[in-house]
């Protein structure tokens, strides 16, 4: 069983793709919270209590950040190096999911302190597959460190 009090970053700029993750996640009976960051800027304001999110009841920190390369603002490789140059978030999980083919993106993802690379499967029921998969391995399976005193 997936525990429900894990929640999910999610930050993907096309809503398409936020559709069609929230569906495959619901599918795989994935019921965490999912807090979507339509583009880098966004992700880390959420992640550092600015913006729009400063001054009101402090988020809780992501369990887990799926992370899209190509945002507006700010990108996903960028949003990658603030979150490994802070204390408070260098140890979330980060599951780069794009569909970049470029060698560069994945060699820059793992050398900013990418967890995993996964490339969005173009088909559904490959796209349901994999969802579960990273559910299963990142929400239930893997020990996360203890988080850090705010």
Request: aromatic share 6%; glycine share 6%.
């Amino acid at each position: 069983m997936i525990p429900k009090d894990h929640t999910i970053l999610l930050v993907e700029d096309n809503p398409d793709d936020v559709l069609l993750t929230k569906r495959a996640f619901a599918k795989n009976n994935i019921a965490n919270d999912m807090v979507v960051a339509g583009d880098g800027d966004e992700a880390l304001d959420y992640l550092f209590g600015m913006g729009s999110y400063a001054g009101a009841e402090r988020q809780p920190l992501p369990h887990i950040v799926l992370l899209d390369l190509n945002l507006p603002k700010i990108s996903g490789l960028d949003v990658l190096r603030r979150m490994r140059a802070d204390e408070r978030t260098r140890r979330i999980p980060v599951v780069v999911l794009t569909t970049s083919t470029e060698e560069t993106d994945l060699i820059r993802s793992y050398d900013l302190g990418a967890n995993s690379y996964v490339r969005k499967p173009v088909d559904f029921g490959e796209f349901v597959t994999a969802a579960n998969q990273l559910g299963v391995y990142w929400l239930v399976l893997n020990v996360a460190p203890p988080e850090p005193a705010r």
